[in-house]
Antibody, heavy 121, light 109 residues
Framework: EVQLVQSGAEVKKPGESLKISCKGSGYRFTSYWIGWVRQMPGKGLEWMGI????????RYSPSFQGQVTISADKSTSTAYLQWSSLKASDTAKYYCARRVGVAGYYYFDYWGQGTLVTVSS | QSVLTQPPSASGTPGQRVTISCSGGRSNIGTSIVNWYQQFPGTAPKLLIY???QRPSGVPDRFSGSKSGTSASLAISGLQSEDEADYYCATWDDNLNGLFGTGTKVTVL
């Protein structure tokens, strides 16, 4: 059974760093792209970026380029999303999702349960 | 701000047909496929329709998708109370960046 299990909720102060995780199981982790999606409180879904764990090829949304860092560890089948200096506006729920498909016919078939990040002084 | 526009809300009584539109442009919907996701409060989105009109296993056939030009639609036939949720369209732009629609809240009256 394919599963993406994300790390637990975090409460941080502005300026602090954070790294959240998404552990894949039940499939070959290195063969599928993993994407990250932000959902701010009461708002819609926003595509942040995507990583191919097989070779760590990464694509960032222009809106998030430079704001976050996406990475992956093949040895533990885990993808990461990190911030070096959090802002209050980073308060949101973050989802990871597995991308499948070929030649542009892509979609996210499995999603993690989400990680709620709260940034407050 | 999303470049894929959806109506904020849609509603219907049980058994009715509800349609949700998703309007994009030539550089996204016009040249890519459209997927739809269903999200209940406090839970992760779930794939509802992929590749414009395909249903994953387990999705009832009362959900259907279509695409024409730079727009797409999701139809729910025979609306049921358990269909009350948020629905998002999604596609890819020319650079293969993902795009989500603004989201539509479906209410069953």
């Amino acid at each position: 059974e394919v599963q993406l299990v994300q790390s637990g909720a975090e409460v941080k102060k502005p300026g602090e760093s954070l790294k959240i995780s998404c552990k894949g199981s039940g499939y070959r982790f290195t063969s599928y792209w993993i994407g990250w999606v932000r959902q701010m409180p009461g708002k819609g879904l926003e595509w942040m970026g995507i990583i191919y764990p097989g070779d760590s090829d990464i694509r960032y949304s222009p809106s998030f380029q430079g704001q976050v860092t996406i990475s992956a560890d093949k040895s533990t089948s885990t993808a990461y999303l990190q911030w070096s200096s959090l802002k209050a506006s980073d308060t949101a729920k973050y989802y990871c999702a597995r991308r499948v498909g070929v030649a542009g016919y892509y979609y996210f078939d499995y999603w993690g349960q989400g990680t709620l990040v709260t940034v407050s002084s | 701000q999303s470049v894929l526009t959806q109506p904020p809300s849609a509603s219907g009584t049980p058994g009715q047909r509800v349609t949700i539109s998703c309007s994009g442009g030539r550089s996204n919907i016009g040249t890519s496929i459209v997927n739809w996701y269903q999200q209940f409060p406090g839970t992760a989105p779930k794939l509802l329709i992929y590749n414009n009109n395909q249903r994953p296993s387990g999705v009832p056939d009362r959900f259907s998708g279509s695409k024409s030009g730079t727009s797409a639609s999701l139809a729910i036939s025979g609306l049921q109370s358990e269909d009350e949720a948020d629905y998002y369209c999604a596609t890819w732009d020319d650079n293969l960046n993902g795009l989500f629609g603004t989201g539509t809240k479906v209410t069953v009256l």
